[in-house]
């Protein structure tokens, strides 16, 4: 009947809104928690994985140093195309996008880098394997 | 006497025994001195390779056992084109190179590479490139450097299940895999170590097989193939399209299917072989053998393939290869579950 003047207080509307207050607030703590234990994981994750590519790569890395230099000493340590295979595998290893995780290639990339590197291991007769890293197929036979 | 005449039949010869587990393949050294006798090879799940030999009394004795080398079965066994190289195809994830001299066999080098069992080897031609494959999926292949060492080329894979074998081209340094995932690959190089998968012939494209496909044989002249399959059927194709070479038009050509043998055998077809002559020779795990016999024929479809006979009960057991012999046509031999390898000898008049 009459209208309500329109500056007046609702005197009810906290006591129907009360639920959504409620939510509000827990969901803020929520998120607040969430997010401090979430960095934590995360950094370990993170840590742990880094680790993991880091060491696997720099095993690599580490052959090719050894090999660069016994071709230094001596130009025909290597045959022809196992020289090149090596070549292939630094430039592999150079392109391994270390600074973006999440690349979605980056699993492909390193099976490459791995076949590459058992490739040459096979062509020298050598029996040198990085042992960190999990065998592939593990199938029913 | 000499087969001149009668009715056709395969005779049992001998019967060789002395694997401790099933024989799983055989190979005829193609290669012999002047005079020499046929020698085969054989290989087991008792983790040995025997050599067989033609005695002076006729009989068949095993001339050499070559063992403590493979810890697990040895799968297959391939001799090089000029009959010096062995090479053993094992379980054990390895591949052996034996070599014989001075009377005896000695293993000269041990190939690894692959990630699990090694299933069948192969040489070219050519006799430098041994082609491997695996239930890694994976085919490698290997050229010989001197000094028995050798160099992986490439490593190629495509197949997305177990690589059953792989065989060289008689003629080209064209290779051809078979596996598990049911189709064919056929595998070239554009001159510069780079290999790729020239061509796959599957079940929706090219009328190939349904199942996994076991087996491969050239003919002698190389423009046909046979593949055999646990779909019970052989399939034949024509080959004689050179596939290393690049294709600068646009309809690339393809190995085409010529012909489906279907209903001559019961069970999974394990083996074929195409002799030097005309002959196909089929093993299966219906313990049975199957001969073939190609007609040309005067139409214009091309040749037709005709059932000779079927020999049941060959073998007590699956047969898991059947192989002609290269010095005497009409001589085959077959290795089975049951432990024995045994010679047949194709008698009688073939009309064509």
Known sequence: MDQQPK???????????????????????????????GKEDGRQVGLKVGFQVGEELGFYKGCLDVWMSAIRLDQDAFSARVRKNMEQL?????????????NNQVQEMMQNIRMKFRVIMASLGAKLDYEGRPTSSKEDF | MDGRGGAVELRET???????????????????????????????????VRIWKRAPDGGWQCTDVLEDTHNRTVRSCAWSPDGKLLATASFDATTAIWEYSGGDFECVATLEGHENEVKSASWSQSGSLLATCSRDKAVWIWEMQPGNEYECVAVLQGHTQDVKMVQWHPILDILVSVSYDNTIKVWADDGNDEWHCVQTLTEADNCGHSSTVWSISFNQKGNRMVTCSDDCTLKIWDTSIDLSQPETGEGHESWQHVSTLTGYHGRTIFSAHWSSGDFIASGA???????????KSSMVEGPSYRLILKKEKAHDMDINSVRWCPQDPRVLASASDDGTVKLWELRGNILA
């Open chain 1, 90 to 102: 630094a430039a592999l290893l150079s392109n391994y996008p270390l600074s973006d995780p999440e």
């Open chain 1, 7 to 37: 500056d007046d207080i609702d005197i009810f509307e906290p006591t129907v809104t009360l639920d959504q207050t409620h939510y509000q607030d827990g969901y803020k703590n929520g998120y607040d928690d969430g997010l401090v234990s």
């Open chain 2, 14 to 48: 001998h019967r060789l025994t002395g694997h401790a587990d099933r024989a799983w393949a055989l190979a005829w050294n193609p290669n012999l001195g002047a005079g020499a006798s046929p020698v085969l090879a054989s290989c087991g799940g008792d983790k040995t």
């Open chain 2, 285 to 295: 795990g219906d313990d049975a053998i199957c001969l073939f016999v190609e007609e």
